[in-house]
């Protein structure tokens, strides 16, 4: 037969001493039952109730000693499996530990034989290190040379953009000189272009003349120092036209044989041809007679003297000739002007034509100026006069003077190869 758990038994017990007792308060207090008769069976009643908790608790305490003795069978059980555990644990570990024992052996054989292969491996390795190293250092030595290489090439480029620099500066300044040289070209081709046109103009003239004129001789030569074809031919065109007999020519040589076979040719007369020098006065005479002309032309030899405007000629300048005398202001503070000496012309008048080509410009500023002043009071109404080189400013100032002095003339430019102006009074 089950019985009842110790709990339940004692809670039961409890409520039924609990039950008795109220009913026996309850049934005292009706006066149903005899206060004294209810103490007792209360008494009794607990009584009771104490001994089935009594045997509650003992049961309890039995209980709780089983399970206890119980507990203990088991885990004293546990205990012999653990201890039969152990015991094949050790076996298995004594096992393991002979052949982990075993394979530690052979694993150190393994091992001292890779570290043997190692070892060489790795004095190998230190070979081949030693190589690399060395290999480093060569070409370490070689960075260091193309380090002093490189310096080189530096300063082989520091003087190349040098050279560069100077290369291109000459060439700047070869390119400026070719602009001169170019500007110049242009200025040598214009040169070239006037004096073509000149030198035809000249050879033109030259070809009238020698149409005009038939020398007996070799003729001297034109241009340069002596009268070129253009103006020659203007004044032999005045004496075709007008039939010029007296010409004056100041300055002796090539003019006075043209002009000389002019007047033989157009309606005679006679050519006065100053010279200051008598070396070039005798050259003209010889060509002169070389010409078959000393009827037609006479050289006079007409030393410079000074010569002061609207004065007498002072006398002979005593210098060499060439040489530059007094200028247009004499030692008394007058003008004065180196010229032929003007004896030479004492038998001269009526002239009809002026040639004015010296005497040289290096004998005074204004060398020519005293030709007019001087000839024109001995010229006919109607003559010409012929100032040469008008191209030259000291030519060109003697021109303009004489026309600002002598209103009564008409002066006009002719355009030759040196410059010249033609002069002539005014018709009244
Ligand atoms: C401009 S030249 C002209 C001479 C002249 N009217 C003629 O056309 O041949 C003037 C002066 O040059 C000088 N002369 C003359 N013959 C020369 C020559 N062969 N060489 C250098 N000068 C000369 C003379 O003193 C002359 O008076």
């Keep these: 037969m089950r019985t009842l ?35 007792q069976l209360a008494v009794s009643v ?51 530990t002979g052949r982990l024992e075993e394979a530690g052996l052979r694993q150190s054989r393994v091992v001292l034989a890779a570290l043997g292969e190692d070892r060489m491996e790795l004095t190998a390795q230190a070979e081949r290190l030693s190589q690399l190293a060395s290999a480093v250092s060569r070409v370490d030595a070689t960075v260091r040379e193309s380090a002093g290489d490189l310096e080189d090439l530096r300063k082989l480029r520091h003087d190349h953009e040098q050279l560069a620099r100077t290369v291109l500066s000459a060439v700047r300044d070869l390119d400026e000189r070719l602009d001169t040289l170019g500007g110049a070209v242009r200025d040598g081709q214009a040169d070239l272009a006037r004096s073509a046109r000149h030198n035809y103009a000249q050879l033109e003239a030259l070809i009238d003349l020698r149409a005009l004129l038939q020398p007996r001789a070799p003729l001297p030569r034109l241009r340069g120092w002596a009268a070129s074809p253009d103006v020659l031919r203007l004044l032999i065109e005045r004496i075709a036209v007008d039939r010029a007999k007296i010409i004056v020519e100041c300055g002796s040589g090539s003019s006075s044989i043209w002009l000389g076979y002019a007047v033989q040719q157009f309606g005679g007369g006679r050519v006065v041809a100053l010279e200051h020098d008598e070396r070039f006065a005798e050259a003209s005479r010889d060509l002169v007679l070389a010409h078959g002309l000393q009827d037609v032309v006479e050289v006079r030899h007409a030393p410079l003297a000074s010569w002061t405007p609207g004065g007498q000629a002072a006398g002979r300048t005593g210098e060499e000739p060439g040489t530059p005398q007094e200028g247009p202001t004499g030692p008394d503070g007058g003008e004065t002007f180196p010229w032929y000496d003007t004896s030479a012309l004492d038998d001269v008048t009526g002239i009809d034509l002026v040639f004015v080509d010296g005497p040289p410009g290096n004998t005074a500023p204004l060398a020519r100026y005293p030709a007019l002043p001087v000839l024109l009071p001995r010229c006919a109404d109607e003559a010409w006069f012929v100032l040469d080189d008008t191209d030259r400013p000291a030519e060109r100032e003697v021109a303009d003077r004489w026309l600002r002095e002598h209103p009564e003339l008409t002066g006009a430019a002719y355009p030759a190869e040196k410059g010249a102006m033609v002069l002539r009074r005014n018709p009244r």
Excluded at 65 to 79: H, M, P, V
């Design 5 to 39: 758990p110790p709990r339940l038994l004692l809670i039961i017990s409890a409520a039924f001493a609990g039950v008795v007792m109220i009913t026996l308060v309850l049934l005292s207090a009706a006066g149903a039952v005899d206060p004294i008769a209810a103490a």
């Design 46 to 96: 607990l009584t009771l109730a104490a001994a089935a908790v009594i045997v509650a608790a003992v049961r309890r305490t039995d209980g709780k000693a089983l399970r206890i003795d119980a507990r203990t069978k088991r885990e004293e059980a546990a205990l012999t499996r653990a201890e039969h555990g152990l015991a094949q644990l050790a076996a298995t570990l004594d096992g393991l």
